[in-house]
């Protein structure tokens, strides 16, 4: 699919608040949203919610995503493929910041596939459906394309509270989301690309086998040990997980 429009989705802001009012008119069902992860230590992983079925995280890109994206490239070949199901999809370049709506479709996506929950008719099913035989290239021109999601995205970052919501400030920061699927962990960055080649390369990384008991916890330990010590001195991570809330 050639690139027909470009445009400039706004960005998320990494918040409950926020973030459950979008994905619930995407169409994820009632009882399930996003809560807040106020730590990473074991006593504050258990205040979460169980089951904990995806992982947004949100961290400061300057000195983390080019030097591991690069090193992700150079590892490639020898990563397992992911199930051909898995639900993925490329951000291209025309579509700004849209990395936190990204982050959240392949959450709430891969949840619905995995069997934890059934998705409400809405934009999401209708997306993925009419989305079924393409890769990840193709979805992500797709998404290019809906503008539909793009409305519904943009209306959700203006009702956020932080400053500069509603603009396209994304503050160096960058969306993506780790989901359990068929008992791997997987790490799920639409923005990865070969800035050599311009090629569309973005994969699901694998990071080895997970439980739905321990699966916060393995999360925990890839931000801690891939993310985190790459910028030990910044507060600018935040996370949040798709759980079933409690009644």
């Known amino acids: 699919m050639s690139e027909a ?51 947004c995280l949100l961290y400061p890109s ?28 490329q951000q291209h370049d025309s579509i700004g910041n849209a990395c936190g709506s990204i982050a959240c479709l392949h959450a709430v ?7 934890n929950f059934t998705l409400n008719e809405g934009p999401l099913s209708s997306f993925m459906q009419g989305t079924l035989t393409l890769d990840a290239n193709g979805r992500g021109w797709a998404l290019l394309e809906a503008t539909g999601l793009q409305e ?16 396209d400030d994304a503050n160096d920061s960058h969306f993506i989301s780790f989901v359990n699927f068929g008992g791997r962990l997987y790490e799920l960055d639409g ?16 990071h080895g086998e997970t439980t739905p008991q321990t699966f916060l916890s393995d999360v925990a330990r890839v931000i801690r040990d891939e993310f985190m010590t790459r910028d030990p001195g910044s507060i600018a991570f935040n996370v949040v997980a798709l759980v079933k809330m409690d009644e």
Do not use: Y
Request: a negative charge; one cysteine or more.
């Open 191 to 206: 923005r990865c690309f070969d800035k050599a080649t311009k090629d569309a390369v973005a994969f699901p990384v694998p």
């Open 152 to 167: 519904l995205s943009d209306s959700t970052a203006a009702a956020g509270e932080t400053e500069g919501a509603g603009t």
């Open 109 to 115: 996506a891969n949840a619905a596939v995995a069997g």
């Open 62 to 89: 300057k000195n983390i995503s080019h030097a591991r994206r690069a090193d992700l490239l150079a590892r490639r070949q020898e990563l397992p493929p992911p199930p051909p199901d898995l639900f993925f999809m």
């Open 5 to 55: 429009r470009r445009c400039n989705w706004l960005p998320l802001e990494s918040s409950p608040e926020v973030l459950n009012p979008f994905v619930e008119r995407l169409g994820l069902p009632k009882g399930w949203g996003f809560a807040d992860v106020f730590g990473l230590d074991e006593e504050l992983l258990m205040m979460v919610p169980q089951p904990c079925v995806a992982v």
